[in-house]
């Protein structure tokens, strides 16, 4: 049955009863609100994920001119991707976006749907098991939370694992963590705070570094077609930062209504928080320590010896904690975000049903186990994100989406102007996503790496 399209009519979906409290049970304003608030924690804490950790390298390589830029067209991309997937979900009145695909696209874009959100799942779990590793025990280049005697990379990893991990993703719903979302959402904050703080005191003493504003390596400015592609290479990093569709109907499986006007005011909230986020740590780190210091993962540049010089030493020492602890935080409060799609997507593709039972625990916990020891060989987080981006991420992200807004069917709300916009939309979301693709992959495969020069 095609789903009904009548003026005003928007589907009804099914949702728990609202909790019963004390006082009283809440209206069904007063829950609608909250699943919003909910859905809009999820969302922006998804998009402050993993990824920010390379952004400032990404400014730091195109100049800060040059990658506010991208930003903010990577950014606008994402809110027509979200508002796309709005769209689609609303008229099918289907809140899992793998099912929306097979109702519009079939059942090979499904598969190839679930696929993206496995790999790509699969892939930011490994990374941030990895960054959780630098966090708590360090690396060659910097110092962890802890000290040696509580035990090497693995066997704190481990612990991480068994008594962090297995609780939070656990639960069958991720409405069950919009608290932990909230606080890793505080988290970033509260760095990109410090950081502020870190620039205007390195500004007042004159320690900034030199600002560049736009490309001022060879390799971005001078080598013809290899200078195009290095840059669109790029790309990958700010789409995997604001990657979040995967999620959407978890983030909104509690909502009674699906209206696009609250949806897509809950996607810009998230995209600001998002954006506003980057461009402080992004900015405010390429003054600190300057565009050529920059390391793919951010966190190995404040490290107590390089902020000593800007602050006192019990403050850098103190930085250094609330950073570090703080992102770990992060970390731990977007894991199950990613694992809930991740997992759904996987029993889909294996058995075409619904993951329930007995089944959800064993693909959890087998996945931790693969995630644990895939994290013993991964050392550098820039390729792995470079990859994931340029191929599950662009699907994911921007294909998809696009060929969703090109195939829906005409409503009667809409007018000719609407439908022709909707349609281009989705191309230019469809071919957008191809290009930057295919410029991350052969860079990979045929070009040096910009980092290591």
């Not at 704190?156 to 656990?170: D, E, G, K």
């Not at 935080?329 to 029993?347: E, I, N």
């Not at 957008?432 to 860079?443: D, S, T, W, Y």
Request: glycine share 8%; net charge neutral.
């Amino acid at each position: 049955m095609e789903p009904r399209t009548e003026p005003g009519y928007e589907p009804l979906l099914p949702a728990e009863a609202p909790p019963v409290s004390a006082a009283g049970p809440p209206s069904m304003e007063q829950h609608q609100q909250r699943t919003l608030w909910a859905a809009g924690m999820h969302l922006a804490k998804l998009m402050m994920g993993i990824g920010i950790l390379a952004v400032p390298r990404v400014f730091g390589l195109l100049g800060v001119g040059t990658a506010t830029i991208w930003l903010i067209f990577i950014a606008g991309l994402t809110g027509l991707s979200m508002h796309s997937l709005t769209k689609a979900t609303t008229r099918t009145g289907l809140l899992n976006y793998s099912e929306v695909v097979r109702e519009q696209l079939g059942v090979a874009a499904q598969a190839v749907l679930d696929l993206a959100v496995i790999a790509n799942g699969f892939g930011l779990m490994v990374i941030m098991l990895v960054v959780a590793g630098d966090i708590l025990v360090g690396d060659e280049h910097s110092e962890g939370l802890l000290s040696p005697e509580c035990g090497d990379r693995r066997t704190v990893l481990a612990v991480v694992v068994l008594l962090l991990l297995v609780p939070l993703v656990s639960a069958r719903r991720t409405r069950t963590t919009a608290g932990a979302s909230l606080m890793g959402v505080i988290a970033i904050y509260i760095w990109a705070g410090i950081t502020l703080a870190l620039f205007v005191v390195a500004a007042y003493n004159n320690q900034l570094h030199r600002i560049h504003w736009w490309p001022h390596s060879s390799t971005f400015t001078r080598k013809g077609f290899e200078s195009a592609v290095q840059m669109v290479a790029v790309l990958p990093i700010l789409i995997v930062a604001y990657l979040c569709q995967m999620s959407l109907g978890h983030t909104m499986h509690d909502l009674t209504y699906l209206r696009e006007r609250q949806l897509d005011k809950v996607s810009a909230a998230a995209l600001s928080l998002s954006t506003i986020a980057f461009l402080i740590i992004a900015v405010c780190s390429c003054g600190i320590f300057g565009a050529k210091n920059l390391h793919p993962d951010i966190l190995r540049n404040f490290t107590v010896k390089a902020l000593s010089p800007l602050v006192w030493t019990r403050l850098a020492q103190a930085s250094f904690m609330l950073v570090r602890l703080g992102f770990l935080v992060s970390l731990l409060a977007t894991f199950p975000l990613q694992m809930a799609p991740f997992r759904d997507s996987l029993f889909a593709l294996l058995f075409r049903q619904q993951l329930q039972g007995p089944g959800l625990y064993l693909v959890t916990y087998l996945t931790l186990v693969g995630v644990y020891f895939s994290a013993a060989f991964i050392t550098n987080i820039w390729q792995p994100l470079i990859i994931l981006g340029s191929t599950a991420g662009v699907l994911i992200a921007f294909v998809i989406p696009g060929l969703l807004a090109a195939s829906l069917d005409e409503a009667l709300t809409e007018t000719a102007a609407d439908r022709r916009g909707r349609g281009t939309a989705g191309i230019l979301l469809a071919v957008v996503g191809a290009v930057i693709g295919v410029a991350g992959l052969v860079r990979v495969i045929f070009y040096k790496d910009p980092i290591s020069e």
